[in-house]
């Protein structure tokens, strides 16, 4: 059917079911295209029921077996397809099943319909953030089937509801600007959310998203650009990166992906952008030296790339007094990692380079000064 729309074009309705089938795995897909959006959803004979309905079929199943005429053997057949749909073992829904299938969806986009259940909320939000912080060099062209896919699937949410709309948006939309021209009806802008919308935890989050995901290590650079575009990041980059899991997402989990030039890339673009302000770069490097030392083995490469963007004439007592009360630090040993990497640190035997060496090493001893008793515990992990 169709009805007349804005400028006199048509708007085209109603709903069709299609079949996705390959190999052993079988969907029924049923498509409703309505006048605003269309959205995918899974036909009845896939929906799932209780464990008590299930129950029942069971005993009502033992009372047809074994079958006395035709009659029961349908119902029997009935009840057993029925306990097997309900048992269907469904694939795990999570970022790594949806990496795997990535060679499938490249030629075959209607895999993803095979992958997992498309009714499924964390489903949707995997293959969403998958396809828009995958690969954001390249745009998606507007006859792309996978766009096509994931405007449907944005269309089958509530977007009046915070927690699905925070789901299924929130960190694509951050990490890939083109979503504007991928989804130009869709009112969601990132850069003016509330603050109940975005906080410090979900920044961290679209942080760990991206470097699963992305494809690349350009890739992962245009993103990061884009998330640091966002206002919270101009008013607490420093919140954002202080705590042990930004660490390893930036320091451990990017330059096991993509090496330490990449941890280098970032520094480097942190400090020539307009978030470095009050050059809370310089607290961040202490900060995450200071992670850097006390992990098993440590790093030096790392190590190096943070020492150098540190400036301790610019870390105050303050400061020194916060780090102090960290939990897990040991400062013990991060002087002597100091120590032995003595020879990556100073690279330039001067006074001035020496100068630094030993400025750092003694705000370490203060920090040991200002700690607690038995602060000192770690739970190192490997980079």
Request: hydrophobic fraction near 40%.
């Amino acid at each position: 059917e169709y009805l007349p729309g804005e400028s006199w074009l048509f708007d085209i309705f109603g709903s069709i079911i299609l079949c996705f089938e390959a190999k052993d795995k079988k969907e029924n897909i049923k498509l409703d295209i309505l006048p605003k959006y269309s959205k995918f959803s899974l036909v009845s004979e896939f929906s799932a029921f209780s464990d008590d309905a299930k129950n029942e079929l069971v005993r009502m199943q033992r009372q047809y077996n074994p079958a006395k005429n035709y009659i029961e053997r349908i119902v029997w057949n009935y009840l057993n397809n029925s306990i097997s749909r309900h048992n269907k073992n469904l694939p795990a829904q999570n970022y790594s099943e949806i990496v795997e299938m990535v060679d499938k969806m490249k030629t075959l986009p209607n895999y993803i319909f095979l992958c997992g259940r498309i009714d499924s909320l964390c489903y949707k939000m995997s293959i969403i953030n998958y396809c828009l912080t995958h690969n954001t060099i390249y745009k998606l062209s507007e006859s792309s089937q996978i766009l096509r896919i994931t405007s449907n699937i944005i269309g089958s949410i509530r977007l009046d509801n915070p927690r699905e709309r925070k789901m299924i948006l929130l960190a694509p939309f951050i990490c890939n600007s083109n979503h504007t021209e991928y989804y130009p009806k869709i009112e969601y802008n990132t850069y003016s959310l509330p603050i109940s919308e975005l906080r410090v935890s979900d920044m961290i989050n679209v942080l760990d998203i991206l470097i699963h995901i992305s494809e690349s290590e350009g890739s992962f650079q245009k993103s990061f650009r884009d998330i640091l575009e966002h206002a919270i990041c101009h008013m607490r980059l420093f919140s954002i990166f202080r705590s042990y899991k930004s660490f390893e997402i930036m320091c451990v989990r990017l330059v096991k992906k993509y090496k330490p030039a990449a941890l280098l890339w970032t520094l480097r673009y942190i400090k020539s952008s307009k978030v470095n302000r009050n050059n809370v770069l310089n607290e961040i490097c202490f900060l995450w030296l200071s992670y850097a030392c006390i992990n098993t083995p440590y790093n030096l490469e790392v190590i190096s790339h943070l020492y150098k963007n540190i400036d301790p004439l610019k870390i105050t007592d303050m400061y020194i007094e916060y780090i102090a009360n960290r939990k897990g630090m040991n400062f013990n040993r991060i002087l002597m990692v100091l120590e032995e990497g003595k020879g990556w640190l100073c690279l330039e035997a001067n006074a001035e380079s020496m100068a630094k060496y030993e400025r750092m090493k003694n705000h370490f001893k203060n920090c040991d000064m200002y700690a607690a008793p038995g602060s000192s515990l770690t739970n190192p992990i490997i980079i």
